[in-house]
Each structure stands twice: as C-alpha cells, then as structure tokens.
C-alpha cells in the first residue's frame, strides 16, 4: 500500500546523503555544503545551478575553512 504521506523529506534525504558521504571519506568542507546548501556541486551539475547557488557553495566551504583553520 502506498502512503498518502511521505515519510522523508528534503531534511531526511540530506541527512542521509552526507551520512554517506562522512562514511566514503569525503571531505568535511563538502559535507558541511550539502547540509547547508541542501544540493550537492559537482562539475557534472555545475552549468545547471545559479550563480546565487554557486555563492551560496563557496561561501558554506569558506564558513567551514573559517571555523577549521589549519585543515586541508
């Protein structure tokens, strides 16, 4: 039976992604993104986001750059 309510949502699929993501090695800068941006960048999307997503990108790597320093 299919459920008239969806069980996740946006926040769940997220939470899931960068779970996966911290378990691949993947670097904390990236995940700290996803979770605040709420999209993944890649080269492959990169032509289909907006400029005001691709600021939002570099400023959520900036913000955890900032609060790490000293990590590469």
């Known amino acids: 039976m299919i459920e008239d309510e969806p069980t ?3 926040a769940d699929v ?8 911290e ?3 993947v670097h904390p800068a ?14 492959e ?3 289909t ?3 005001d997503q ?3 990108w570099e400023s959520a790597l ?8 000293g990590a590469e």
Not at 30 to 43: I, K, L, M, P, S
């Open 23 to 25: 378990r691949a090695g």
């Open 8 to 10: 996740t949502g946006p």
């Open 49 to 51: 986001l907006t400029a």
């Open 62 to 69: 900036d913000d955890w750059f900032e609060a790490n320093p």
């Open 14 to 21: 997220s939470r899931t992604l960068t779970d996966a993501m």
């Open 54 to 56: 691709l600021a939002m």
């Open 45 to 47: 999307n990169r032509d």
């Open 30 to 43: 990236y995940v700290h993104a996803v979770r605040v941006c709420g999209f993944v960048h890649t080269e």
